[in-house]
């Protein structure tokens, strides 16, 4: 069986896909996944061993210019890349309007959610087979859930399993420190997500002292000079160069356990069975959060805490003291195994 799936963006979302290929995988033998998804993510689904063939889609630049991608015939080329082979399904795991519409004019059948279940109604109208899931569910569970009632399969009762390989994974790192490490992960996209700078400067003072190594990852110019304050003088306590999803995934591999705010790469960690603590402030975990064996969650409980409110600073009381309290123990165990 060969499926063309439909999962563009973001990075949590794309990561929150792996577990049901999984669960797919292992209900229907021989099952194989053609993957659209957002260039800037292309690298993740090359790690699931139900990926054959990887098709880059790029909405998000052709949306700042959509008569230079029509002239350009790059849309054009992309349609005819998802003509290449013949698919028996076609499933939308998004549930957006723009993820359904890539489907126009493909031959197979199209599965996706019902007008209750998807997050844009609109895109039901694209849907052949249109499935009943949900809100209730975790992110990863919804997901789950949709590919079992699409592929005709009954989903596992169990945590869901990422299917990647994390040893595999940790061995192509190159230049590793020969110690354990750590790694903070502060870099996010709203503002009220972000954990003051002083605590994470605090947090990295009181690993370093205790002899850890630390590494900073950051993929902008201003996650790059938050990360080097973080890390001014303070001995094994580092900031990674600019580095690629895959790259950064070999480092989360390979970490002892990690610290990070509402972000995909917090998800990214947990995907590879990364211990982490995760730091929630106008988000709840609920049914978004870091899913999967060794995460914590910690929530501010600030007046702003879990409004949803990009702006509205709320980590006024989760400070450094609780998120050592948090780690040391996924530290002790880690250690132990």
């Known amino acids: 069986m060969r499926v063309l799936l439909i999962k563009t963006s973001s990075m949590g979302d794309v990561i929150h896909t792996l577990p049901a290929l999984t669960d797919a995988q292992n209900a229907i033998p021989g099952i ?9 993510f292309a690298d993740i689904p090359a790690w699931h061993p139900a990926v054959e063939r990887i098709i880059p889609v790029a909405i998000r630049r052709w949306r700042k210019n959509l008569w230079q991608t029509w002239r350009s015939g790059e849309y054009r080329r992309f349609k005819a ?11 939308d795991a998004q549930g957006l309007t723009k993820s359904a519409w890539l489907t126009r004019g493909l031959d197979a059948p ?34 789950r859930s949709l590919f079992a009632l699409a592929l005709g399969y009954a989903k596992p009762q169990s945590t869901g399993d990422y299917g990647l390989d994390r040893q595999a994974l940790a061995a192509q790192l190159v230049g590793a420190p020969k110690q354990p490490w750590l ?3 502060h870099g996010t996209t709203w503002p009220s997500k972000h954990w003051p700078q002083a605590n ?23 996650e790059q000079a938050r990360a080097q304050s973080i890390a001014d003088g303070l001995a094994g306590v580092e900031v990674l160069p600019k580095l690629r999803i895959s790259e950064v995934a070999c480092w989360l591999a390979g ?14 960690a947990a995907a590879m069975d990364t211990p982490c603590v995760s730091l929630y402030g106008p988000t709840l975990p609920g049914k978004i959060g870091a899913y999967g064996r060794g995460q914590l969650h910690l929530c501010a409980s600030g007046p702003h805490a879990g409004k949803g409110d990009k702006h509205l600073s709320c980590f006024d ?19 132990a195994e």
Request: with cysteine.
């Open 32 to 40: 194989r996944f053609d993957w659209v998804v957002e260039e800037g």
């Open 81 to 91: 890349s998802l003509r290449e082979k013949p698919y028996d399904l076609i499933l």
């Open 110 to 143: 199209v599965h996706g959610l019902d007008r209750h279940s998807a997050r844009e109604p609109f895109a039901c109208r694209f849907y052949q087979q249109r499935h009943a899931v949900s809100w209730d569910l975790h992110a990863v569970e919804r997901i």
């Open 183 to 185: 790694m903070f992960l």
């Open 200 to 222: 994470w400067r605090a947090l990295a003072q009181h690993y370093s002292a205790a002899g850890w190594h630390v590494r900073l990852p950051w993929g902008n110019a201003e």
């Open 255 to 268: 970490a002892r356990a990690c610290v990070a705010v509402d972000t995909g790469l917090g998800h990214l």
């Open 317 to 335: 009381s989760l400070g450094p003291d609780q998120v050592i309290a948090a780690l040391d123990p996924l530290l002790a165990s880690t250690a």
